[in-house]
């Protein structure tokens, strides 16, 4: 059974939500649980049934932690290839936030069977910054490092902050530095103001890695 | 002026277009799925369209500042290529969805057998997931057109209060509006209604069940002909209230039926006696990065 870390402690999730809010959630659970429905069902209605907006200030919006919980419970009945299955088409057949909950939960999820680096791909070829966003999560580190340097040129270009990409001291490399400091040259060269975030990054690999 | 344009093609228009509604006070649209001009021939690049409805229009649309919603359906048109069929099989992915708040385009557009079974299937599916429907009306022959369109309406068993009989004129508006259809009138150049004509029908029917909309696409045509209306009415003496009504709160009303809503919290949303009609439907707090 894989398992997906929630965006939201089960409890803290349920303590922000109405009444009604909270019993449609555990409905879904519950049907869920039982195998007596499948995710494409409940998901693509579950921020109507239950709320939208932001758990807490800075924290995760109601809305994705309740998917991502409905995933979570989803994936105790299936295999890891029919869990990666069932999001591919969840993702597929998804709106703009289903897509970026599906997202978010491959960001919860470390089993090293369930590899959802075609779904984040597809994302990070959108320019949507939500979807961007949602990408550049824990699941990254499955993307390629010409991959994952593209991801974080991406967030630059469509103003996603940095702060929210995984492993972003860990990874950045030389010729991430190199990709942005190009960036930066054609941002000066235009007469175009440079993001904070790409002199960030310039700072982060020439300042802690030395050789670089 | 607060606009609510339940009738609008805006995977044809451009940024200008979307800067230019804002200022004339657009803030919400219906884009109903329709045909782009050019035939497509397979399931998939009707998928494609769906996806970009409930997806980067919407995301396109809140960037200026203006609540995107759609309608999903094979329109007649297409209804007639065999090689569409399928797209009915692929609705119920999307008709569940958020921001979807009706089936359609559904409709004649030459009155075929294949035109018949398509909209009577999809009158069928806005009745199972409890949504309005938006019905096209025809081009050629309008009147027989609509007499047809009432009459499967009333076989599907769909309550008329959920139907919007769209593009009718001075000849359809009378049977539409005694069957209890809501009336969709499109303001457009040349081959639809234009503002004075608009304003005449208002005068003598007055303000229920009137859905205003610019119906623009990639023909000739003009997204701010909503507001020209709402122009041409206070001209002819109707008030900022009358106003209102059909351009925001006649809409809002009907589509707020579906439960699919997404309208942002703004300080010129709603008005307060209009706030029961949201009941149900999905408040969106701005499309920040998380």
Known sequence: ?212 | MRIFDPHIHMTSRTTDDYERMHAAGVRAVVEPAFWLGQPRTSVGSFTDYFDALVGWERFRASQFGIAHHCTIALNPKEANDPRCDGVLDVLPRYLAKDGVVAVGEIGFDSMGPAEERAFRRQLDLAVEFELPAMVHTPHRDKEGGTRRTLQLVEESGIDPGLVVVDHLNELTVGPVDAHGCWMGFSIYPDTKMDPQRMVRILQERGPARVLVNSAADWGRSDPLLTHATGEAMLAAGFSDDDVDRVLWRNPVEFFAQSGRLLLPETDDAPAPDASSLFEGNSILRGQQVS
């Open chain 1, 1 to 212: 059974m894989t398992s997906v870390r929630p965006l939201a402690p089960p409890e803290e999730l349920r303590s922000a939500l109405s009444d009604d809010a909270r019993r449609a959630l555990d409905d879904m659970v519950a049907v869920l649980a039982a195998g007596a429905t499948t995710l494409g069902r409940v998901f693509p209605a579950a921020a109507r049934r239950t709320a939208r907006g932001d758990l807490a200030a800075g924290g995760p919006r109601l809305e994705d932690a309740v998917r991502v919980e409905l995933v979570a419970i989803a994936a105790t009945r299936l295999a890891p290839g029919a869990l990666l299955d069932e999001l591919d088409q969840l993702y597929r057949y998804g709106d703009a936030d289903e897509k970026r909950a599906v997202l978010l939960a491959l960001g919860g999820i470390d089993d090293p069977a369930v590899d959802g680096s075609a779904v984040l791909l597809d994302a990070l070829r959108t320019n949507d910054p939500r979807l961007v966003a949602a990408a550049m999560g824990p699941h990254a580190r499955r993307l390629s490092p010409h991959d994952w340097r593209h991801g974080v040129l991406k967030c630059l270009f469509v103003g996603v902050p940095l702060a929210g990409v995984s492993d972003l001291a860990v990874r950045a490399d030389a010729e991430l530095t190199e990709m942005v400091r190009r960036y930066i040259d054609e941002r000066e060269a235009a007469g175009r103001p440079v993001p904070d975030d790409a002199l960030l990054v310039h700072d982060l690999t020439t300042l802690t890695r030395p050789e670089a």
